[in-house]
């Protein structure tokens, strides 16, 4: 038997043979793990100090944004023209929207621009799966998520603590209420464990776990349409084909939701930071 094309090194992104078909002789080269990682580009992975794809895609969308924003913005009009509209549009959809609906203006307005940075960034890093020769969401990758959502942890925490002391960040990320009695520090334990552990992982992981997901089904589905391309398999590579179009189309809504869910919660916790009874 024929076996799908390997490399011994097990970061190697792996590729499948080109004459490799149903028919052929090879199996699937299914998606996996393997999917995930990356030779470096510059350095060693042995040595932990290296470059790879993900990290020169976060690189280059940062450029993206910033190059954007300042290509719209750095020449302001009172008329806007396409480029101003589209940057002022999508700015104040997250301002209006997300902060002033979430936080309010008067408090959120100071913290628009973390929350805009977030959104476009983490859309940016989404948005690289389904763009030519990239084809890579950078969040997929567990550690640009859990930055990220350590980002915004260190902000509601510093700020539970600067507005309301330490005796009142303790109420505030327990909801410590003495009128249920004994309950009240039971309560308080589980609120506690909730907010500040399993509040940030699940901030990252949600954002991570449907791009490496949408990614995986992308991956599945494309390798499927080439595979089955041999004898009576076109028509089950047409199919393929037909489905990797449409969960390509799914997941540009995926992409901006879960940029759009990942600000959402940024606000709902620094709205949480900053009221009074929680």
């Known amino acids: 038997m024929k076996e799908p094309a390997v490399s011994a090194d097990p970061t190697q992104v792996l590729a499948f043979e080109t004459d490799c078909h149903i028919f052929s002789g090879c199996g699937f080269p299914a998606p996996g793990l393997h999917s995930f990682?990356?030779?470096?580009?510059?350095?060693?992975?042995?040595?932990?100090?290296?470059?790879?794809?993900?990290?020169?895609?976060?690189?280059?969308?940062?450029?993206?944004?910033?190059?954007?924003?300042?290509?719209?913005?750095?020449?302001?009009?009172?008329?806007?023209?396409?480029?101003?509209?589209?940057?002022?549009?999508?700015?104040?959809?997250?301002?209006?929207?997300?902060?002033?609906?979430?936080?309010?203006?008067?408090?959120?307005?100071k913290y628009v621009p973390l929350v805009v940075s977030l959104f476009f960034f983490v859309w940016m890093m989404n948005l690289w799966s389904i763009i030519p020769v990239a084809q890579f969401p950078v969040t997929s990758i567990i550690a640009y998520p859990a930055v990220l959502a350590a980002i915004v942890y260190i902000v509601w925490v510093s700020l539970t603590f600067k507005r309301h002391g330490f005796v009142g960040a303790f109420k505030n990320f327990t909801g410590f209420d003495k009128s249920l009695g004994s309950v009240a520090y039971l309560a308080a334990f589980i609120e506690l464990f909730s907010n500040l552990l399993v509040r940030p992982f699940t901030h990252a992981v949600r954002l991570f776990a449907n791009m490496f997901a949408g990614h995986t089904l992308l991956l599945l589905f494309t390798l499927a349409s080439w595979y089955l391309l041999s004898g009576i398999g076109f028509a089950y590579a047409g199919v393929s084909f037909v489905m990797t179009i449409v969960m390509t189309a799914f997941e540009l809504f995926v992409q901006a939701l879960q940029a759009y869910v990942f600000v959402l919660l940024t606000c709902t916790y620094i709205q949480g930071a900053l009221a009074e009874n929680h």
Request: charged share 25%.
């Open 37 to 109: 990682l990356f030779e470096p580009l510059w350095g060693d992975a042995d040595s932990n100090l290296y470059f790879n794809k993900p990290m020169l895609l976060a690189l280059l969308g940062s450029i993206v944004i910033v190059g954007f924003f300042w290509a719209a913005f750095r020449k302001p009009k009172i008329v806007p023209g396409k480029l101003q509209m589209v940057a002022e549009t999508g700015y104040d959809f997250i301002r209006r929207g997300i902060v002033y609906e979430t936080i309010g203006k008067r408090e959120g307005e």
